[in-house]
Structures are given as C-alpha cells and as structure tokens.
C-alpha cells in the first residue's frame, strides 16, 4: 500500500498557513505554576457567568426552536438592529461575524489576491496577518509607535503603491497599545479618501480606554465626511466573552453583500444561541458593565506599571498604555526575545516575543506583556519573575 505525504498533497496555499504563534505560546503556559502575560485573554472575573447561566436556560427554553436552528448568515436580527443602533448605523450594513478573527479571514478571502499588496502598521495583530497570509498578498508595512502609524513614512508608501486596503488599530493598538491622535486620524483619512483606498479599522478595543472619554473612530470621521471606504471591526470578545465567538462588521451594504456571500461558504452563520445570548446580556446595563471593566483594566494596568518600574533594568523601554489590555517592551538592540522567553519559561513567566507582530520580519528584541488575565497581585509576582529573567540575559549579554 501506498504511504501518504500530506504535504504532498495539501494544495499551494497550505504551505501558506502558519501557526498562531499566540495559540502555540498559550499550550505551552497550561503548565501549572506558569504567570502567562502571553494571551490577550480578558478576565475571566469580568465573565457574566450567573447572568449567562440564566439567560440561556430561558432561551432554550422559550426560543429554542430559532435558538437550535439554522440561522441567517447575516445574523440574529435583533443583535444586528442592537449593533446598528449602538453605532448609528442601518441594521443592513451590520454582519454578524464569528469573532472578528472570522472577518479579518472573510476580508482577505474578499479583498486579496495573489500578490495584492495590503498595507499594516509594523508591528500589528498577528492573527490578521496570519488570515490574510493564507491569500498570499504582498505585506507593505510602516512602522508604528504610540501615536500610531508614522504619516510620512504611510505617505510615501502610497505614492508607491496602491494597497487594496490599509489594517489599522487605531485605538491601543495590538501590540504596540498606540493610540492614534484625533489629528493623526483625521490626516490619515484625507490620504485614504484622495486616493479612494479602503480602511479596515480594527476597534477591538475601543470600550477599553483609561481616560474620560474614547476618540471618535475612523469610521465615524468618513461618516461625517460622507466617505464609505472605511470598514469597522469590533467584537464582544473583550467587553463580554471571547469564547462565545460574537463579533460584528459595519460597511456599505454592497460590502456586507459580498461580506456575507464569502460566509455562507465557511460557517453558514454564526451560533445562533450564542448571538441570542449576547443580546439578551448587553440590551440591558450594557454601558454599567463597560465602566466596570474599564475600571478592572485600568487597575491591572496600573499594577504592571508599577512593577515594571521597580524590577525592571534601565536598559529596558516600555509603553504606559492609556487603554487597551498590552504592554509593548523593547530590549537593546541585539538581544533576542526568543532567548527571553526561554529563560522566563525557567522563571515560571511567559509572554509573547514581537517577531510575529511583525508582517516583513524585525522585532526580534521586542515582546508583548498582557495585563489582562491576571488579578494584580500576580501580574507583580510575574512582573518579578520577568525582570529577574531581563537581568540574567543582559548579564550574558
Ligand atoms: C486587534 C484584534 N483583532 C481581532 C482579535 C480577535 O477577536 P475575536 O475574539 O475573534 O473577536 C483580537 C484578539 N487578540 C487576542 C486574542 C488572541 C487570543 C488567542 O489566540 O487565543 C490577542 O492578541 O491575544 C485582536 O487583538
């Protein structure tokens, strides 16, 4: 009998799909005793577990029937009129999508050919760069710092090329916790609409701001100045559940169209009892839950701040994040991140090292730190642990 070598036989864009490297990292710190900054995994604490307990016994018991069946690839109706009107927008520019990790692959599958060039900032979520890899575009990156894309370097690149769409976090970027100014936001969207490019604004964090008030999103810029290029991303996975898997993307209804065409031949819709669910949980006290949370991260935050700058070497630079849930680190220049995360592994300490963040390679000395998932006594233990691992590597150094 013949024997298989499956490499021989998946198709081209195989060899194109990578592992996460965040889902690897996150096997690995299963390890009992491990303090894991890797995932960006929200608090569990937060989860409205006896709320959920409740509403989906009364579902299944008094909608079982929808709840149980096949749904409309556009999604449950009353979510999407509840998106559409928490965002201003019509329920028929509202797709219901199975996390936003689904609509970064659907925009890939949409948007991206062979070789289409597609802009992101550098370093930026590598869970869109591993969806949109899979249609093997060419990646043009720009590098990105606190305030966001650098303009002038964004600028040049555009009159190089013309991407089929830019990926952008503006608001506590994944990873590097940037936030765009009101300013920067509003330059980058006259460079987008003179030139007629799409926008992919990835908000997945937009509840999650320290400050007053959240800055307006590109999307509510171009609507103001009556531009349909920009397509908007967010998701319930940080201000309720990320393993109900409930996310959603508002654009032009000729967008969410081909949007909505592209899912029907990947999931046929998203859990129907899990988008009922969602419903019932934000249609009430929606906005008492976000300050609860925004209030939890801000104390996490703050802990991992203070730990930082009490065991962490002066060689070592780190981002003050004003929202979001990462801190982006930067070693000197030549040491490796991956040496880092083996030696904190010996520390009980893990996080995830930068090189994956970014889309053309660099960042080896970087590393992303999650605040998140841990109460704030253990982010110090953990913050403890890591600089005891920095100081071992910088004395090899
Ligand atoms: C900018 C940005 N866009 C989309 C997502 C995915 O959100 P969904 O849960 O799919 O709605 C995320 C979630 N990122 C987390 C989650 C990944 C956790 C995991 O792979 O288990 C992280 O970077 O750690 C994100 O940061």
């Known amino acids: 009998m013949k024997t298989l070598d499956w490499n021989t036989l998946f198709g081209e864009r195989a060899r194109r799909i990578q592992a996460s490297t965040i889902r690897e990292l996150l096997k690995l710190t299963q390890r009992p005793g491990v303090l894991s900054f890797a995932g960006g995994l929200p608090a569990p604490e937060l989860f409205p577990k006896e709320e959920a ?219 129907v009892l899990n988008q009922i669910l969602v419903h019932e949980l934000v249609k009430e006290g929606f906005p008492e839950r976000l300050e609860r949370i925004r209030t939890t991260y801000k104390a996490k935050a703050q802990a991992m701040l203070e730990a930082l700058d009490r065991e962490m070497p002066k060689e070592v630079a780190y981002t003050r994040p004003k929202g979001g849930m990462f801190v982006w680190m930067t070693l000197p220049e030549g040491l490796s991140a991956e040496a880092l995360f083996r030696q904190a592994l010996e520390e009980n300490v893990a996080f995830v090292p930068g090189g994956p963040f970014f889309a053309n390679g660099g960042g080896e000395n970087t590393l992303r730190l999650s605040y998140a998932t841990m109460d704030p006594e253990r982010i110090q233990e953990g913050i403890r642990r890591l600089g005891k691992a920095v100081k071992g590597l910088l004395a090899t150094a």
């Open 53 to 271: 307990a409740a509403k989906a016994a009364e579902i299944l018991r008094e909608k079982g029937e929808v709840a149980l069946q096949y749904g409309p690839t556009e999604g449950y109706f009353p979510l999407r009129a509840w998106v559409a009107g928490w965002l201003g927008v019509s329920p028929e520019e509202v797709l219901i999508t199975t996390g936003s990790q689904q609509a970064l692959d659907l925009l890939g599958k949409v948007f991206l050919d062979e070789a289409s060039p597609v802009l992101l900032e550098a370093p930026s979520y590598m869970g869109a760069i591993q969806a949109f890899r899979a249609y093997g575009p060419r990646f043009l990156t720009v590098p990105a710092g606190e305030e966001g894309p650098d303009l002038k370097a964004l600028e040049e690149a555009l009159d190089q090329e013309r991407p089929r769409f830019l990926y952008l976090i503006p608001s506590f970027q994944n990873p590097s916790g940037g936030l765009m100014p009101l300013e920067a936001r509003r330059r980058l969207l006259e460079m987008a609409m003179e030139r007629g490019l799409v926008v992919v604004e990835d908000d997945a964090y937009r509840e999650l701001y320290f400050g007053e008030s959240r800055l307006p999103s590109l999307f509510e810029l171009a609507r103001e100045a009556g531009y349909p290029g920009v397509i908007y991303l967010s998701s319930f996975s940080k201000v309720l559940a990320p393993g109900l898997r409930v996310a959603f993307v508002v654009a032009r209804p000729e967008v969410i169209l081909k949007l909505t065409q592209a899912k029907q031949g990947v999931d046929l819709h998203t859990p």
